[in-house]
């Protein structure tokens, strides 16, 4: 199946007991188990089923399925928020002593989560600036677990040259995770040689703004197996799991020892699991993700467009109007456009920026992304308050710098908000 296809028919066609269409909301904590065979058997992994909705749910798992399917993964693991998905897309491979190297440009929430949390936890995050790939190979060693970026991250929407350090990755034996969060659908991380790949599904997959979830896809192209040392939590016996080796355990299941350690260890401890109905909202955004992602982009271009002529703005950032290096890349990754992010700096700096946000009417003022309507924030005096000055420059955030995700609506109401807003300055 095409992808169009897969986001509306993949893992579930009508419900085996009432025949619905729809994929029910199957709001249940627990599931009968048939005799003590077989719940033996279903703990023991010798047979997969449902055991407790922590761990597993059918509504989630059609999720699982459609986005798994529409990656090019083998399996998924749909989780209670992004920043879920990318804390177990690393703990599930770290423990403490060990490291792992992240892009500097990520969400600052990730951000957080790497220099502080994990750190506290004994994981170390070495921070690699990508506009030099080749760098990510200087801070390997043989502690280090994962290499972590985003697709597509904001503010300066550097598209992340996945291939290049996959590449490197893979001489060292180190799984490239990539946060596909801003760019599904339009980028397939693991077609370009990354392993796993995360999202925050509250943005895009939602795309109505209703739920927060996030989700886990393993693109079952990593051999753990053959990378023996580098991946004791996979490789040797899990005391927690009766001496579970996971890399051994998956084998009859495919190559899904990944995921299925961090479904039945980190789901069964930490419980971040998805609600079912949360599930059910994912799954009615993904099923129009596509042609959503297609007006998304075509919206954003043609805004691009209009800002990088108006005469209040001096820079407007968008990656498919971008030169050189940035432009190739996006050129190279990303498919039917580049997303509906898009950042412009005011000439008048961060007297301009808030009043431009006061003065908008359509395009809503919230820190969110990736929704069917239009939106904006300013994050000098926001998201970025936090930082010094140096470091707000340094991660692309100038005094005059607007950040858009732009929605679905009719392209004219959302040039003429801009422009109503933009005169008033
Ligand atoms: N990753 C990226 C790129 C994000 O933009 C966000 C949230 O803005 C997250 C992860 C975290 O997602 P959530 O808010 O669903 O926890």
Not at 107 to 116: E, H, P, R
Not at 206 to 215: K, M
Not at 358 to 364: F, R
Request: proline share 5%; net charge negative; hydrophobic share 35%.
């Amino acid at each position: 199946m095409k992808e169009e296809t897969i986001v509306l028919h993949a893992g579930h066609r009508r419900d085996e007991t009432t025949t619905s269409v729809a994929v029910p909301i199957y709001q249940t904590t627990s599931y009968q188990f048939n005799n003590t065979d077989h719940a033996s058997k279903l703990f023991s992994l010798q047979e997969l089923g449902n055991i407790y909705t922590r761990i597993m749910n059918p509504t989630c798992a059609v999720l699982e399925e459609r986005m798994s399917k529409l990656d090019g993964g083998v399996a998924a693991m749909a989780v209670s928020s992004g920043q879920a998905a990318s804390a177990f897309s690393i703990q599930n491979i770290c423990h403490s002593g060990d490291n792992f190297i992240s892009s500097t440009d990520l969400y600052g929430g990730t951000w957080n989560l790497f220099s502080n949390t994990l750190k506290e936890m004994g994981i170390e995050c070495r921070f690699i600036d990508p506009t030099k790939p080749e760098q990510f190979e200087n801070a390997i060693d043989s502690k280090t677990r994962c290499i972590y970026a985003e697709t597509l991250p904001n503010p300066k929407l550097n598209v992340f040259p996945i291939n290049e350090v996959s590449k490197i990755g893979k001489k060292h034996n180190v799984p490239l995770i990539m946060d596909n969060t801003a760019a599904p659908y339009i980028c397939k991380p693991i077609s370009h040689g990354a392993n796993i790949v995360v999202y925050s599904t509250t943005k895009y997959i939602g795309g109505h703004g209703l739920s927060i979830g996030g989700l886990i896809v393993d693109g079952g192209n990593f051999d753990w197996e053959s990378a023996g040392d580098r991946f004791p939590m996979l490789n040797s016996p899990d005391p927690s799991y009766h001496g579970a080796v996971w890399s051994q355990a998956a084998k009859p299941l495919g190559p899904i020892a990944y995921i299925l350690r961090a479904r039945v260890i980190l789901l069964r401890d930490y419980g971040s699991s998805m609600s079912p109905f949360n599930a059910f909202t994912f799954i009615q955004g993904l099923e129009t993700l596509p042609l959503r992602m297609q007006r998304h982009c075509e919206n954003a271009e043609k805004v691009s467009k209009y800002l990088s002529s108006h005469k209040k703005i001096q820079k407007v950032i968008y990656p498919s109007i971008m030169s050189g290096i940035h432009k190739d890349r996006c050129d190279k990754y990303m498919t039917g456009g580049s997303g509906a992010l898009l950042g412009f700096e005011l000439k008048d700096g961060e007297d301009a920026g808030r009043k431009f946000i006061d003065n908008l009417k359509l395009l809503y003022h919230v820190a969110n992304i990736g929704d069917a309507r239009s939106l904006a924030i300013h994050p000098a005096s926001t998201t970025h308050s936090q930082l010094s000055d140096d470091e707000k420059i340094s991660s692309g955030v100038t005094p005059g710098y607007v950040r858009l995700s732009i929605g679905i609506e009719h392209i004219d109401d959302i040039i003429e908000d801009l422009e109503q807003a933009l005169n008033k300055i």
